[in-house]
T-cell receptor, first 116, second 114 residues
Framework: EAGVVQSPRYKIIEKKQPVAFWCNPI?????LYWYLQNLGQGPELLIR????????DSQLPKDRFSAERLKGVDSTLKIQPAELGDSAVYLC??????????????FGPGTRLTVL | GDSVTQMEGPVTLSEEAFLTINCTYT??????LFWYVQYPGEGLQLLLK?????DKGSNKGFEATYRKETTSFHLEKGSVQVSDSAVYFC?????????????FGKGTKLTVNP
């Protein structure tokens, strides 16, 4: 079974440029998460989707970050414009859905963003 | 809010040494607790978990016991191998299964030398 797929794996951009990251969750997983991982830190949740609905976006900096999950499958996270401080790894994860004792989150390999 | 504190790294051990990585948490309710591992160049993988007090999670020789009285979830392994070299993250979730957000510690980098 394929895991969570993210692309690109690496991205280098100039500050003030836009950038987008793509995530394809595990088939059948209704819940999708975007996390931000700064160097030397643990991941922090940016946004969580249940199907198409963003149910927790309280940590998403909405002035420059946006996300969408059309049709409740793939998701895109966008930054416009990027700032130097956005350099980090952006992780996508998915899980089967709410409830249950074995609702593990599965993580993709991440996209490493460098803003110059 | 909820938080996780784990021991500062990096940790360097010789093969077959005993490993302990300390983790304590602060939560308003009764969280589920997790250890994730990140091998070089790979994504985070769930190593083990415990969903209620006194539960012991175990996998690949690693163990951790949910201690509510000390709000701790320390990771242990009796004999580490070179292949255990990775970054280990302690995490909690207020939901029973972890379907809501995970709150992570900063991670502890482990290097095991032959």
């Amino acid at each position: 079974e394929a895991g969570v797929v993210q692309s690109p794996r690496y991205k280098i951009i100039e500050k003030k440029q836009p950038v987008a990251f793509w995530c394809n969750p595990i088939s059948g997983h209704n819940t999708l998460y975007w996390y931000l991982q700064n160097l030397g830190q643990g991941p922090e949740l940016l946004i969580r989707y249940e199907n198409e609905e963003a149910v927790d976006d309280s940590q998403l900096p909405k002035d420059r970050f946006s996300a969408e999950r059309l049709k409740g499958v793939d998701s895109t996270l966008k930054i416009q414009p990027a700032e130097l401080g956005d350099s980090a790894v952006y992780l996508c994860a998915s899980s089967m859905g709410q409830g249950g004792w074995h609702n593990e989150q599965f993580f993709g390999p991440g996209t490493r963003l460098t803003v110059l | 809010g909820d938080s996780v504190t784990q021991m500062e790294g990096p940790v360097t051990l010789s093969e077959e040494a005993f490993l302990t990585i300390n983790c304590t948490y602060t939560a308003t309710g009764y969280p589920s607790l997790f250890w994730y591992v990140q091998y070089p160049g790979e994504g985070l993988q769930l190593l083990l978990k415990a969903t209620k007090a006194d539960d012991k999670g175990s996998n690949k020789g690693f163990e951790a016991t949910y201690r509510k009285e000390t709000t701790s979830f320390h990771l242990e392994k009796g004999s580490v191998q070179v292949s255990d070299s990775a970054v280990y993250f302690c995490a909690l979730s207020e939901s029973q299964g972890g379907s809501e957000k995970l709150v992570f510690g900063k991670g502890t980098k482990l290097t095991v030398n032959p």
